[in-house]
């Protein structure tokens, strides 16, 4: 099974930034899956915000762009999630995830623990 941890997170004010780590393990096929970034606002459903396939090619949906990029690292097999000008609606709990497949299907197999972004107004 694979294993994601993730770091980063925390409490910001609009307009910051808040860079997201996961380090996934437990395969050694890591680096040909999808992997994606959730969030779940208070009193929302989880959503998908980004995904990027083994190769590299992003994904975001269309409020986040320009402000969230996405960028993985296949040799140490963690994602990463650059999150700029932060929003008070951003406010969510983050969650990575990882689809065992080579495409992005928004059908996450394995999750991370989940960690807490804050933005202040």
């Known amino acids: 099974a694979v294993k994601l941890v993730q770091s980063g997170g925390g409490s910001v004010q609009a307009g910051g930034s808040l860079r997201l780590s996961c380090a996934a393990s437990?395969?050694?096929?890591?680096?040909?899956?999808?992997m994606t970034w959730y969030r779940q606002a208070p009193g929302k459903d989880r959503e998908l915000i980004s995904s990027?396939?083994?190769?590299?090619?992003?994904y975001y949906v269309r409020d986040l762009r320009g402000r969230f990029t996405i960028s993985r690292n296949n040799d140490n097999n963690t994602l990463y999630l650059q999150m700029n000008s932060l929003k008070p609606e951003d406010t969510a709990m983050y969650y990575c995830?990882?689809?065992?497949?080579?495409?992005?299907?928004?059908?996450?197999?394995?999750w991370g623990q989940g960690t807490q972004v804050t933005v202040s107004s």
């Open positions: 990027i396939t083994p190769l590299g090619s992003p």
């Open positions: 995830a990882v689809e065992v497949r080579d495409y992005c299907a928004d059908s996450p197999d394995y």
């Open positions: 437990g395969s050694t096929y890591i680096r040909t899956y999808c």
